[in-house]
């Protein structure tokens, strides 16, 4: 994952294909994201069975590393690598795309789509999406805080490992559904 992350940021900060027609010159900085989410899992180990339903929410941390590229007078479009605290397993996400959309100097709007990586006795795989409100500049020049919710959607993994279901019985897959709320403080370089 780190690799691809790498070959992302490569390509938005050397890409002249998206450069501003107006003549502004090109922007690219990076954000560091810090603070915690309130999320709440939902595990499905027997396909026989009603899906469960979701656990009760708890609170986790979260850490990110992102790319920005400014490409009109009030978009951006940004490549992200997150981590965060699921039930003291990690969840890594990858957002392949991340429009952001500015509303005013301050306030910014942002949605997102991309990969994630749930380790939980074995690797689980699926995709990730959400939305958000970030505000830069507050209450410092290089710092900003958002709120956003996000959803990772059938993280899935084979049974392999003696602590799961037989699976001759529930079926080869487990799956994993996330919900959560990601406040955090932003530094941005």
């Known amino acids: 994952m780190t690799r691809v992350l790498f070959i992302i940021l490569t ?8 450069a501003n027609t107006k003549g502004q010159s090109e922007e690219v900085f ?14 499905f180990e027997d396909i026989l069975s009603p899906i469960t339903p979701y656990n009760d929410f708890e609170w986790g941390q ?7 590229k400014r490409v009109s007078d009030n978009q951006f479009i940004a490549a992200q690598i997150d981590w965060q605290n699921i039930e003291s397993h990690s969840l890594f996400a ?12 301050n306030w910014t709007t942002h949605a997102f789509v991309g990969a994630a990586r749930y380790d ?15 505000v830069k500049s507050w ?13 990772h959607d059938k993280l899935a993994r084979d049974k ?17 559904d996330v919900r959560a709320l990601n406040f955090t403080l932003n530094y941005y370089f």
């Open 139 to 151: 209450p410092m020049e290089n710092f900003g805080v958002t709120i956003e919710a996000q959803y």
């Open 160 to 176: 392999l490992t003696a602590d799961d279901l037989s699976s001759s019985e529930t079926g080869p897959d487990m799956f994993f």
């Open 11 to 18: 390509l938005l900060i050397s890409s002249n294909s998206m």
């Open 94 to 105: 990858l957002r392949a795309l991340e429009y952001n959309h500015q509303l005013t100097d």
């Open 120 to 134: 939980y006795r074995t690797p689980a795989y699926g995709y990730t999406v959400g939305f958000g409100m970030r």
């Open 30 to 43: 990076f954000r560091v994201d810090a603070g915690i989410n309130y999320y709440s899992i939902r595990i």
């Open 62 to 68: 979260v850490l990110a590393l992102s790319a920005m």
